[in-house]
């Protein structure tokens, strides 16, 4: 079935520091790619979204890129803030509905 | 524009019990999940509706979860009797439609769910 596979375990890292967390998907056809933040104490929020081969999301400063040929959607950004400390889920949809299908998530640690 | 509300945001039941989550969903939309959030894992969809009927509910352990959306509107997951393993986040999600007009995923918005402990 339709699974995403997240890095294992949570990042820390310093203010201003590079961010990359990696996603690979295993879906029939083509799905659409999403990456879910969910910082403390809110609800879960779309971050970016793709949907087709090749494309790249983008918000806030993080970038993913929809790669069909190794079944990625890795988040990236460029120098993270104490206010990027959330938990980044990515998820996917198959062709045809709505069905979420997401990883399980990685907790990310911005120190001053 | 008002989110999607649930309540309560916290219950502590025994195991046997029985318990009841309740969504409202953003106003127009036609299609509502809920999810379930188990301690370090993402959520697992449990049942879709479109308006009042459902459209996929093959993850809901049928046996004691239920779940209706009476007027095509709020709606209410319940569990009876809870086991310890259903401790969990139960996040309840709208969206417009169940699929874009343009052939396209339709953002869903989460509520900010319903933390359930089972002792």
């Known amino acids: 079935g339709d699974s995403v596979t997240q890095m294992e375990g949570p990042v820390t890292l310093s203010e201003e520091a590079f961010l990359t967390i990696n996603c690979t998907y295993t879906?029939?056809?083509?799905?659409?790619l999403f990456w879910y933040v969910q910082y403390p104490g809110e609800g879960l929020q779309l971050l970016l979204k793709?949907?087709?081969?090749?494309d790249k999301g983008s918000n806030k400063g993080f970038e993913a890129t929809y790669r069909k040929e190794t079944t990625s959607f890795h988040l990236e950004k460029g120098s993270v803030q104490v206010s990027d400390s959330a938990v980044y889920f990515c998820?996917?949809?198959?062709?045809?509905?709505?069905?979420?299908?997401f990883g399980k998530g990685n907790q990310v640690v911005v120190i001053p | 524009e008002a989110g999607v509300a649930q309540s309560p945001r916290y219950k502590i039941i025994e195991k046997r019990q029985s318990v009841a989550f309740w969504c409202n969903p953003i106003?127009?939309?036609?299609?509502l999940y809920w999810y379930q959030q188990i301690l370090g894992q993402g959520p697992k969809l449990l049942i879709q509706?479109?308006?009042?009927?459902?459209v996929d509910d093959s993850q809901l352990p049928k046996d004691r979860f239920s779940a209706e959306r009476l007027k095509g509107v709020d709606s209410t997951l319940k569990i009876q009797p809870a086991k310890l393993e259903d401790s969990a986040v139960y996040l309840c999600?709208?969206?417009?439609?169940?699929w874009g007009q343009g052939r396209s995923y339709n953002e869903q918005f989460f509520g900010p769910g319903t933390r359930l402990t089972v002792l």
């Open positions: 106003s127009g939309h036609a299609t």
């Open positions: 998820a996917l949809s198959p062709y045809g509905n709505n069905r979420l299908a």
């Open positions: 999600a709208s969206s417009s439609s169940a």
């Open positions: 793709a949907t087709k081969a090749d």
């Open positions: 879906a029939t056809g083509y799905p659409s």
């Open positions: 509706f479109q308006n009042n009927g459902v």
